[in-house]
């Protein structure tokens, strides 16, 4: 087996330099939080308004603030996940330049594309959530009032909804990530993940029904369907994988018997 691109550090070495990336890291999601709360404090970005978009159509006021720190908590909350997304890049070179002198050259191939594709995958699940679950689902849940009560939401138990819908359908993406993670660390086979399509289905319809209304079938379709045809990607990147994962074994195999 090839050995590790990096020549070994002492133990404290390795801690001073994990002390300074973590400090650069600090640095950089104070400074992503800072900037964030700024601009959301000022109203340069609207973020109440943002959340509040899915709903306006149902809605014959604005949303109701039953306690004075309702409206700062959602800011604050904004800011630090705002803050975080900026400094992301800064947290993923900083870990990445911390464990890449401990990789082999093929581990590196595959961490990056999957880190890229991590991101992606988890952004077009929020924006699905954002523009598409949420306003099917507020369309299904208004659907119930009647003349004898209306719906009055209060903007934290709203906001909290929006959020924590988008943040599960965003970790929901997530399964192609996970499962080509597994494949090559040779833990999952495309041939298992194949045989069993039919209770991947199953499983897809159960997770979509936890996170979505269980009695709106739109709602459910709509990740139901995304989930599934992420399974069969899955499948495939497995199968991509297993394969190269194979011939290098097969090589470094051949290389002992020379």
Same mark, same amino acid.
């Given at each position: 087996m090839?050995?590790?691109?990096?020549s070994?550090?002492?133990?404290?070495?390795?801690?001073?330099?994990?002390?300074?990336?973590?400090?650069?890291?600090a640095?950089?999601?104070?400074?992503g939080?800072?900037?964030?709360?700024?601009?959301?404090?000022?109203?340069?970005?609207d973020?109440?308004?943002?959340l509040?978009?899915?709903? =306006?159509?149902?809605?014959?006021?604005?949303l109701?603030?039953?306690?004075?720190?309702?409206l700062f908590?959602?800011?604050?909350?904004?800011?630090i996940?705002?803050?975080?997304i900026?400094?992301?890049?800064?947290?993923?070179w =900083? @870990?990445?330049?911390?464990?890449?002198?401990?990789?082999?050259?093929?581990?590196?191939k *595959?961490v @990056?594309?999957?880190?890229?594709?991590?991101?992606?995958?988890?952004?077009c699940g929020?924006a699905?959530?954002?523009?598409?679950?949420l306003?099917?689902?507020?369309?299904?849940?208004?659907?119930?009032q009647?003349?004898?009560?209306?719906?009055?939401?209060?903007v934290?138990?709203?906001a909290?909804?929006?959020?924590?819908?988008?943040?599960?359908?965003?970790?929901?993406?997530?399964?192609?990530?996970?499962? *080509?993670?597994?494949?090559?660390?040779?833990? *999952?086979?495309?041939?298992f993940?194949?045989?069993?399509?039919?209770?991947?289905?199953?499983?897809?319809?159960?997770?979509?029904?936890?996170?979505?209304?269980? =009695?709106?079938?739109?709602?459910l379709?709509?990740?139901?369907?995304?989930l599934?045809?992420?399974?069969?990607?899955?499948?495939?990147?497995?199968?991509?994988?297993?394969k190269?994962?194979?011939?290098?074994?097969?090589?470094?195999?051949?290389?002992?018997?020379?």
């Amino acid at each position: 087996m090839a050995a590790p691109t990096h020549s070994e550090m002492p133990f404290l070495d390795h801690l001073e330099e994990l002390r300074w990336r973590l400090f650069r890291i600090a640095i950089a999601v104070a400074l992503g939080v800072g900037v964030a709360f700024a601009l959301l404090v000022t109203q340069k970005i609207d973020v109440i308004g943002l959340l509040a978009r899915p709903v =306006q159509p149902f809605l014959n006021r604005k949303l109701m603030v039953t306690h004075p720190s309702d409206l700062f908590d959602i800011v604050m909350d904004a800011s630090i996940a705002i803050g975080l997304i900026a400094a992301s890049p800064v947290i993923v070179w =900083q @870990i990445w330049g911390f464990l890449s002198p401990a990789l082999y050259k093929h581990e590196k191939k *595959v961490v @990056i594309p999957t880190l890229v594709g991590a991101a992606l995958l988890f952004l077009c699940g929020m924006a699905l959530a954002y523009f598409f679950v949420l306003p099917v689902t507020l369309q299904f849940f208004y659907s119930f009032q009647s003349n004898s009560a209306e719906i009055t939401p209060t903007v934290h138990e709203y906001a909290g909804f929006v959020m924590a819908m988008c943040l599960a359908f965003g970790a929901i993406f997530e399964l192609p990530i996970v499962i *080509v993670l597994l494949s090559a660390l040779g833990l *999952v086979k495309y041939q298992f993940l194949a045989k069993y399509r039919r209770h991947a289905f199953v499983g897809c319809i159960i997770a979509a029904a936890l996170i979505t209304p269980g =009695q709106d079938p739109t709602s459910l379709f709509a990740l139901t369907a995304p989930l599934y045809f992420l399974y069969e990607i899955s499948i495939i990147l497995s199968r991509l994988i297993s394969k190269r994962r194979e011939r290098r074994i097969a090589a470094q195999d051949a290389l002992e018997l020379a």
